[in-house]
């Protein structure tokens, strides 16, 4: 595409943006949220927990070390419904890269625009809460945009987690050579999961996201994972009975991100939507149990109810957010079952929570 043709973000308020568009040529709506990291760009387009979101990148320049196919993708293809960026570069350095961001996104289908003033739209959506957005590089008319938008629908009340699951099981590592035999439900898992649990001795089965119960019981798993993934946990009635069912086996579960809302919600623990949401590779947890401080990559716009958790008998707190003293992780007094907020596996970084694959097995090596 021309980077020189004329885009149009539009807010679900009014607010509009002019800038320059990027990626294919067309009109795309979704939630619009904003991700801190200052590098893995192509992490974040890939991962499928962005799926129905529009992204705005706060680093000031996107696409100058281009795409790298084999090492970056955290999943099949791009999972964003856009991007927002303020400085999009069709020249890159890095000379292991495949090819541009810009052809990338053209190969993708992916709408977006650049030249934007993202500092104002951040300080913008910070005040005024998370909302639907949409771009257009093909309609320019601001009051013919908004009823595009207006058929937007809301990320409160949606499930998105079957629409990117994987539809058929699959395997991964080496049976032979594995210790345990983990269930992975993918709810929009990223790659980098899978290639720490397999690092730890873990022989993964990859089962659909609407999978029953019978049927994951019957590989006879020595423990569960519970992925990450986009949409409300809220509306994932199916999920949370399978993870309420898994939790009553005794067997050790782990669950990140959406996986942590479901356990909350398998242990009558309620979700809320955030005004904002985190998004971001350093966000500051503390770790309750040892009283360590950890940098972590978070990405999730719902969240648990801390007062609903600081009155259960059988769940305890075990980390916190220090921006917002959010709760970022949850474990079982009476299962070996676990859960944080966000994504230990971080890819691209940091790694400071990687301990947690560790506690995991620790807890499968503990029930052998």
Known sequence: MNQSKE???LLEDGTAYRGLALGMKGTTGGEICFN???TGYQEIYTDPSYYGQIIVNTTSHIGNYGVQLELEEESDNVKISGMVC??????????TADFSLQEYFERAKVVGISN????????????KGVMNAIISSEILDEKELMKELQKVPSMEGLELSSVISTHEPFYLGNE???RWRVAVMDYGIKKSILKNLTQRGCYCKVFPAQTSFAEVMAWNPDGFFISNGPGDPAAMVYAVDNVRKMVDTHKPLFGICLGHQLLAQASDISTYKMHNGHRGLNHPVKNLITGLCEITSQNHGFAV?????RDHADVEVTHLNLNDKTIEGIRRKDRPAFSVQYHPEAAPGPHDSRYLFDEFTR???EAE
């Open 7 to 9: 885009a149009l973000l």
């Open 36 to 38: 801190t990291g200052m």
């Open 86 to 95: 303020n400085t999009f570069s069709n020249v890159y350095s890095r000379y």
């Open 116 to 127: 934007v003033d993202t500092r104002h739209l951040v300080r913008h959506v910070r005040e």
């Open 176 to 178: 032979a050579e594995s």
């Open 305 to 309: 109810s801390p007062d609903e958790i």
């Open 363 to 365: 807890l499968l090596a």
